[in-house]
C-alpha cells in the first residue's frame, strides 16, 4: 500500500522565480492538504483540496496556488519566491468520507537563495 | 497568537518509563485532534487521534487523553523506547477533515 509520495525531494531556487511543488496521496485518499514546515516550527496550513476544488484556505497570499487532478493528485505552485518561503512543504492525505485523521508525506525542502 | 500550545520545548526520559506530552488549546471550537511524531528529514508520522466525544483512545503504547473543559490533550507512551525520540506536534481541528493547527512540537529524548 503506497503512502504519500512527493516531488522532488530538495529544490534550490532563486528569489523571483516559480515552483511546483507534487504531491500523490494514499492509495484510497481523495483529499489532499499542504502546510508549510518553517524550521523549529509546527506545520502551517497552506490549503486543501477535495474534488479538484480548493476547499479551505490558510493565512498564505496568493502566490501560493494549487491543483488537483482528477486522479487526485495535487500541485502546489508558489509564484514571486521570497526568501522566507524557504521551508519544508508537507502534503497530507485524507479520505474525506472515511476519517479526519491525515497522513503525510516525506516533504519537499524548497531553498530560495 | 498560538492556537496550539505545547509548553515544554523537550522532556527526557528513561528507557521503559512513562513519557507524557502535554497539549494545551485556546480554541473550544476545536473537535478533532491528531499527534504525530517527525524524525529529522521525514514528514510527521501519524500516531493516534481523539474526538470530543470520547476522553480517551489507545493504540497500542500510545494513550491519548481529552480534557475538553480545561482544553488540553495529554499524550502518554508507555514503556518508552529509544526509538520514540523524536519530535511530537499535537494538531487540532474545528471541521471534521479539515485544516489541522499545528502546535510548535516537543522534542523527547528516551535514554538508554
Known amino acids: 500500500d503506497a503512502g504519500v509520495t512527493q516531488s522532488p525531494t530538495h529544490l534550490i531556487k532563486t528569489r523571483g522565480q516559480q515552483v511546483t511543488l507534487r504531491c500523490s496521496p494514499k492509495?484510497?485518499?481523495?483529499?489532499v492538504s499542504w502546510y508549510q514546515q518553517a524550521l523549529g516550527q509546527g506545520p502551517q496550513f497552506i490549503f486543501q483540496y477535495y474534488e479538484e476544488e480548493e476547499r479551505q484556505r490558510g493565512n498564505f497570499p496568493d502566490r501560493f496556488s494549487g491543483h488537483q487532478f482528477p486522479n487526485y493528485s495535487s500541485e502546489l505552485n508558489v509564484n514571486a519566491l521570497l526568501l522566507g518561503d524557504s521551508a519544508l512543504y508537507l502534503c497530507?492525505?485524507?479520505?474525506?468520507?472515511?476519517?479526519?485523521?491525515?497522513?503525510f508525506g516525506p516533504g519537499t525542502r524548497l531553498t530560495v537563495t | 497568537d498560538q492556537q496550539v500550545k505545547q509548553n515544554s520545548p523537550s522532556l527526557s526520559v528513561q528507557e521503559g518509563r512513562i513519557s507524557i506530552l502535554n497539549c494545551d488549546y485556546t480554541?473550544?471550537?476545536?473537535?478533532?485532534f491528531l499527534w504525530y511524531k517527525k524524525y529529522p528529514a521525514e514528514g510527521p508520522t501519524f500516531l493516534i487521534s481523539?474526538?470530543?466525544?470520547?476522553d480517551k483512545n489507545e493504540d497500542g503504547r500510545f494513550t491519548v487523553f481529552l480534557n475538553k473543559s480545561a482544553k488540553h490533550l495529554s499524550l502518554h507512551i508507555v514503556p518508552s523506547q529509544p526509538g520514540d525520540s523524536a519530535v511530537y506536534f499535537c494538531?487540532?481541528?474545528?471541521?471534521?477533515?479539515?485544516?489541522?493547527?499545528f502546535g510548535p512540537g516537543t522534542r523527547l529524548s528516551v535514554l538508554p
Open positions: 480554541n473550544s471550537m476545536f473537535d478533532y
Open positions: 497530507a492525505s485524507s479520505w474525506n468520507r472515511g476519517s479526519y485523521e491525515q497522513y
Open positions: 492509495s484510497g485518499h481523495d483529499t
Open positions: 481523539i474526538s470530543s466525544i470520547k
Open positions: 494538531a487540532a481541528s474545528r471541521l471534521y477533515g479539515q485544516n489541522f493547527v
